[in-house]
């Protein structure tokens, strides 16, 4: 069974930054390496939000509109982990931020298809970030 834990949450001023990591636990990196992961966030009262995402295979990377630019995302295959460096955060960037994993894709993903969180079958818990003004 795979295991997602997020860490690297917390409480910034805008225009700040923080890295999240998700390290997954319960499947090698090499199962892992032909993989989509996304980043995805829910802010309250809004919907779940797909914001980055890469193949670990290819390293294709996909960012939303609201983060390009200011967000990055990456994978340590060593250490099983993926990552989300935030740069240049602002207020309406607080939400809980989620980590997924897809195992059942088989193929490629169009740029949409990968930040459609209902695509990923596998979530960790989450960690809230809060961005103040």
């Known amino acids: 069974q795979l295991r997602l834990v997020e860490s690297g949450g917390g409480s910034v001023l805008a225009g700040g930054s923080l890295r999240l990591s998700c390290a997954a636990s319960g499947y090698s990196s090499e199962t892992l390496s032909r993989n989509y992961m996304g980043w995805f966030r829910q802010a309250p009262g809004k919907e779940r939000e797909g914001i980055a995402a890469?193949?670990?295979?290819?390293?294709?990377?996909y960012y939303s509109d609201s983060v390009k630019g200011r967000f990055t995302i990456s994978r340590d295959a060593a250490n099983n982990t993926l990552y989300l460096q935030m740069d240049n955060l602002h207020p309406e960037d607080t939400a809980m931020y989620s980590c997924?994993?897809?195992?059942?894709?088989?193929?490629?993903?169009?740029?949409?298809?990968?930040?459609?969180?209902?695509?990923?079958?596998?979530w960790g818990q989450g960690t809230q970030v809060t961005v103040y003004s």
């Open positions: 997924a994993v897809e195992l059942r894709w088989g193929g490629s993903m169009s740029p949409t298809q990968a930040l459609r969180h209902r695509l990923y079958n596998y």
């Open positions: 890469m193949h670990s295979g290819t390293g294709a990377t």
